[in-house]
């Protein structure tokens, strides 16, 4: 048995009844539990309009309604720290699954109701959030060393396929099942998760709670990033300075936040280790993994937005080109988990950082003439960089955090999954909002730089007399010519305007790539971890 570590008063036993006997069953459910907390979230985004029509309710409450999962999992981040210390990270995970799918079995009964139905998002928000950061942990603290690169490629491929997936199966519900599908696919899930916590983690006693474990410093933390996510989430929406709501979340959010910063100072929390957190390799990882959620919008929002813009794509169809990233995931993930086992972590990170930047650059070439199969060699360029670039990036969290010591004390694993999870969600919302505004300002420009005289003078005449000499207009009166052709001319216009601007958004995904490996570049080397030989503590 090791020394007793103490945890403010909280006894801590690591023994080698902590190590998982059934490795597959923990990788399985690491797997299932991205795949829950990524895939709902994501499920839900794509499928707004369609649930809006469904039941009847207005687009301002309907945004709210993925806006409230997200920052339900963003207020839980810091909580699981606290919870995942006190009773365990197999407790929560499975009081949560069963929280989880309840919320989400009762939400289509209330779902014209909208307050009840943002509520119990929000519920079935706080609950999935745990998944992320406790599954993440049991990776570090319960995986037997030889396995833990194939739980690393599993969690990658979890997320990424269930990131791209998402569109193409609530096509499918709409079309053969019904909305109601939207919510209810998490009770397909969840219960194998459960099962897979259930035997894949060991059991451990709830230790006794010290003086000092309280939950006032988390509970700061998890409103301050709360209202900061709002604010973003919602700040293209309802033009950022110019709401009142979103400036009333933002000063409130850094107002929290400078609460938390004075109870930290005037009483650090033991369940908290931000001095491990303060290591050099452990910031730019942070940075690495927001910048990476914002690659993911390459082919989550710019591609989607092009094929529907240029040529009128239905969900169903964009959902096959992303299955071309979904389907190669499965086979790039296991062979850059294997690959893991044989080079530097920084470099598989690097090389998929290389391939997304290249299929970016490549993209960023486009015309009106591409359709979704002109995609496929690039999407599968993607897939790959993607898989690599995740993987490896996980993999040298894992080996910086085991060189600093992670492993000699569970509160600095569950701190490390808490980290990353407040970058991966914030990362995925910075991402957002900046490609958002980043599209708005371009189109702007684009638009001044093409329209010129459209709306009088010769150049005016020049663009529509084409359009009236030729086609279906040719027969029609000149008034009736002229207007028409206009009305075609501005269509043309407005495509162009959004082609150049997803143009220009591809080539921003391609210097964010650069920027990435020069971070990867200052990432100081890390040795492998000791997975051909793991002593087991006796």
């Given at each position: 048995?090791m020394?007793?570590?103490?945890l403010s008063?909280?006894?801590?036993?690591?023994?080698?009844?902590?190590?998982?006997?059934?490795?597959?069953?923990?990788i399985f459910g690491?797997?299932?539990?991205?795949?829950?907390?990524?895939?709902?979230?994501?499920?839900?985004?794509?499928?707004?309009?369609d649930?809006?029509?469904?039941?009847?309710?207005?687009?301002d409450a309907?945004?709210?309604?993925?806006?409230?999962?997200?920052a339900?999992?963003?207020?839980?981040?810091?909580?699981?720290?606290f919870?995942?210390a006190?009773?365990g990270?197999?407790r929560?995970?499975?009081?949560?699954?069963?929280?989880?799918?309840?919320?989400?079995?009762?939400c289509?009964?209330?779902?014209?109701?909208?307050?009840v139905l943002?509520?119990?998002?929000?519920?079935a928000?706080?609950?999935?959030?745990?998944?992320?950061?406790l599954?993440?942990?049991?990776?570090?603290?319960?995986?037997?060393?030889?396995?833990?690169y194939?739980?690393?490629?599993?969690?990658?491929?979890?997320?990424?396929?269930?990131?791209?997936?998402?569109?193409?199966?609530?096509?499918?519900?709409?079309?053969?099942?019904?909305?109601?599908?939207?919510?209810?696919?998490?009770l397909c899930?969840?219960?194998m998760?459960?099962?897979?916590?259930?035997?894949?983690?060991p059991?451990?006693?709830?230790?006794?709670?010290?003086?000092a474990?309280?939950?006032?410093g988390?509970?700061?933390?998890?409103?301050?990033?709360?209202?900061?996510?709002?604010?973003?989430?919602?700040?293209n929406?309802?033009?950022?300075?110019?709401?009142g709501?979103i400036?009333?979340?933002?000063?409130?959010?850094?107002?929290?936040?400078a609460?938390t910063?004075?109870?930290?100072?005037r009483?650090?929390?033991?369940?908290?280790?931000l001095?491990?957190?303060?290591?050099?390799?452990l910031?730019?990882l942070?940075?690495?993994?927001?910048?990476?959620?914002?690659?993911l919008?390459?082919?989550?929002?710019?591609?989607p937005?092009?094929l529907?813009?240029?040529?009128?794509?239905?969900?169903?169809?964009?959902?096959g080109?992303?299955?071309?990233?979904?389907?190669?995931?499965?086979i790039?993930?296991?062979?850059?988990?294997?690959?893991?086992?044989?080079?530097?972590s920084r470099?598989?990170?690097?090389?998929g950082?290389?391939l997304?930047?290249?299929?970016?650059?490549l993209?960023?070439?486009?015309?009106?003439?591409?359709?979704g199969?002109?995609?496929?060699?690039?999407?599968?360029?993607?897939?790959?960089?993607l898989?690599?670039?995740l993987t490896?990036?996980l993999?040298?969290?894992?080996?910086?955090?085991?060189?600093?010591g992670?492993?000699?004390?569970?509160?600095?694993?569950?701190?490390l999954?808490?980290?990353?999870?407040?970058?991966?969600?914030?990362?995925?919302?910075?991402?957002?909002?900046?490609?958002?505004?980043?599209?708005?300002?371009?189109?702007?420009?684009?638009?001044?730089?093409?329209?010129?005289?459209?709306?009088?003078?010769?150049?005016?005449?020049?663009m529509?007399r084409?359009?009236?000499?030729?086609?279906?207009?040719?027969?029609?009166?000149?008034?009736q010519?002229?207007?028409?052709?206009?009305?075609?001319?501005?269509?043309?216009?407005?495509r162009?305007?959004?082609?150049?601007?997803?143009?220009?958004?591809?080539?921003?995904?391609?210097?964010?790539?650069i920027?990435?490996?020069?971070?990867?570049?200052?990432?100081?080397?890390?040795?492998p971890?000791?997975?051909?030989?793991?002593?087991?503590?006796?």
């Amino acid at each position: 048995m090791m020394t007793p570590k103490t945890l403010s008063g909280i006894p801590v036993k690591v023994s080698s009844a902590q190590i998982t006997t059934h490795p597959m069953f923990a990788i399985f459910g690491v797997l299932l539990g991205a795949c829950v907390s990524v895939f709902t979230g994501r499920l839900l985004t794509v499928g707004l309009a369609d649930l809006q029509g469904a039941i009847g309710a207005d687009s301002d409450a309907m945004s709210w309604l993925s806006t409230s999962y997200n920052a339900a999992s963003m207020f839980v981040g810091p909580l699981t720290v606290f919870l995942g210390a006190i009773w365990g990270p197999r407790r929560v995970l499975l009081w949560a699954s069963a929280v989880f799918m309840t919320s989400e079995f009762i939400c289509p009964f209330v779902a014209h109701n909208i307050g009840v139905l943002i509520l119990l998002q929000f519920i079935a928000g706080l609950a999935a959030g745990t998944y992320y950061p406790l599954t993440l942990s049991a990776i570090i603290q319960n995986l037997p060393l030889k396995f833990i690169y194939f739980g690393v490629a599993a969690y990658s491929l979890d997320i990424l396929s269930s990131t791209h997936i998402a569109t193409l199966l609530e096509a499918w519900y709409m079309s053969n099942l019904s909305w109601h599908w939207i919510f209810w696919n998490a009770l397909c899930l969840t219960p194998m998760l459960v099962t897979c916590i259930y035997f894949g983690l060991p059991s451990k006693p709830i230790p006794k709670q010290g003086p000092a474990t309280n939950i006032w410093g988390f509970l700061y933390a998890s409103v301050a990033f709360t209202f900061l996510y709002c604010a973003l989430d919602q700040g293209n929406r309802l033009d950022w300075s110019n709401s009142g709501t979103i400036v009333g979340l933002a000063v409130s959010g850094i107002i929290m936040i400078a609460v938390t910063l004075i109870r930290r100072i005037r009483r650090p929390h033991p369940m908290l280790n931000l001095r491990f957190l303060l290591s050099r390799n452990l910031l730019l990882l942070g940075a690495v993994l927001v910048c990476f959620r914002f690659l993911l919008l390459g082919p989550t929002l710019l591609l989607p937005n092009f094929l529907a813009l240029l040529h009128g794509y239905r969900p169903d169809q964009t959902g096959g080109v992303l299955s071309w990233i979904s389907i190669p995931v499965m086979i790039a993930a296991p062979i850059s988990g294997f690959v893991l086992y044989k080079v530097d972590s920084r470099l598989s990170c690097a090389f998929g950082f290389l391939l997304i930047g290249i299929a970016s650059f490549l993209n960023a070439k486009l015309d009106p003439g591409w359709t979704g199969e002109t995609f496929i060699i690039t999407e599968l360029i993607n897939a790959f960089g993607l898989a690599f670039a995740l993987t490896g990036l996980l993999a040298t969290i894992l080996r910086s955090a085991f060189a600093l010591g992670a492993l000699s004390n569970p509160v600095n694993v569950l701190s490390l999954s808490c980290w990353f999870q407040t970058c991966r969600l914030f990362g995925a919302e910075i991402g957002k909002a900046l490609m958002l505004q980043f599209l708005r300002v371009q189109g702007a420009f684009h638009y001044l730089v093409l329209a010129g005289n459209l709306d009088g003078g010769w150049r005016s005449e020049e663009m529509i007399r084409p359009i009236i000499l030729s086609g279906p207009l040719a027969g029609a009166g000149m008034s009736q010519s002229r207007e028409l052709a206009l009305s075609e001319a501005g269509e043309t216009l407005k495509r162009q305007v959004g082609m150049l601007s997803i143009s220009d958004g591809f080539m921003l995904i391609m210097w964010c790539v650069i920027f990435c490996l020069v971070l990867i570049g200052f990432i100081t080397y890390s040795a492998p971890l000791p997975v051909r030989s793991a002593p087991q503590p006796k």
